[in-house]
């Protein structure tokens, strides 16, 4: 079996390395890719630009921000439904954000969770762990994804 790998989506470099290092504490060890924009995830995600020669391997789960600079994180995700390579990979949508219409959006432009970054780091790292724990460990992906 594959390695399990994250896409982390995430512009702001203090929620990038406390992120990152909730992985590392936990021990949860899947290889994680960030980009840190939401053009820079579509790259990725359909190998292009910069991320040309990457590949058709998809990440088992991506961790979307809202608040991007270049393409914010609900047209990212809408791009990633609207495609047949991209639309059974969960999205998590980890954000700041408390609007409800964000939180409306989200779900009915397909996340499959909508997690808010707690403040308290202590907590963002709890919140962190149990995304990864559900999502790498608990959930069963579609063939495709797994």
């Known amino acids: 079996m594959r390695d399990k790998t994250i896409l982390l989506v995430e512009d702001n470099p203090d929620d990038e390395n406390l992120t990152l290092r909730a992985f590392k504490i936990d021990n949860i060890t899947n290889s994680i890719d960030v980009a840190r924009d939401g053009a820079e995830a579509l790259d990725y995600l359909f190998s292009e630009g910069a991320y040309a020669g990457r590949g058709s391997t998809m990440p088992t789960l991506v961790l979307l921000d809202l608040n991007l600079p270049k393409i914010d994180g609900l047209e ?46 202590a907590q963002f790292r709890d919140a962190v762990k149990q995304v990864g724990l559900f999502w790498l460990i608990h959930n069963v992906p579609p063939p495709e994804c797994a």
Do not use: W
């Open 76 to 121: 990212v995700l809408r791009r990633l439904r609207a495609d047949s390579r991209t639309k059974r990979i969960p999205v998590i949508i980890l954000t700041t954000s408390h609007e409800q219409e964000e939180v409306f959006k989200a779900y009915e432009n397909g996340c499959n969770s909508y997690v808010r970054k707690p403040v308290e780091s």
